[in-house]
């Protein structure tokens, strides 16, 4: 299975299969609620290796979300659209589409055990435009 994560805004970050090892997706419902509430959100968590370059490549674009996680709140390129697409035997198994997402949080950690570092970067939706995120799947890929 693979994981690919492409962010579209002032700077483009792409991260591919080698890149992106776990994404978790959530929908952000009070748990206080008695009934279907109309404050729904949603979350996509997104974890992944940092990756040196080596050989004459270029460097992966996980620099690119620490710049992102630092952008204020008044500047409008907080806002971001983020696509993300599993892939499994060259069918996409899942796509989501969260077009005007805004990081909640963003951690990097580097240890000697692993040989590499870890990010991990929570997404959400801006709540008003909770309509236009797309969950898809099921259509070829490759």
Request: hydrophobic share 40%; net charge negative.
């Amino acid at each position: 299975m693979g994981l690919r994560m492409k962010i579209t805004g002032s700077e483009s970050v792409e991260l591919r299969e080698t890149s992106i090892t776990k994404v978790v997706f959530g929908a952000d419902i009070p748990h206080d609620s008695n009934a279907r509430s109309t404050d729904l959100g949603s979350t996509v968590l997104i974890e992944g290796k940092i990756l040196a370059a080596v050989g004459g490549e270029a460097a992966d674009d996980t620099s690119k979300l620490a710049r992102w996680s630092l952008v204020p709140a008044e500047n409008s390129d907080c806002y971001r659209n983020v696509e993300i697409d599993v892939i499994n035997a060259s069918q996409v198994v899942r796509q989501i589409t969260v077009p005007n997402a805004f990081v909640v949080d963003y951690t990097e950690d580097f240890t000697d055990e692993t040989g590499t570092g870890i990010f991990k970067l929570l997404i959400k939706q801006k709540k008003d435009k909770m309509v236009n995120l797309k969950f898809e799947g099921g259509f070829s890929g490759e």
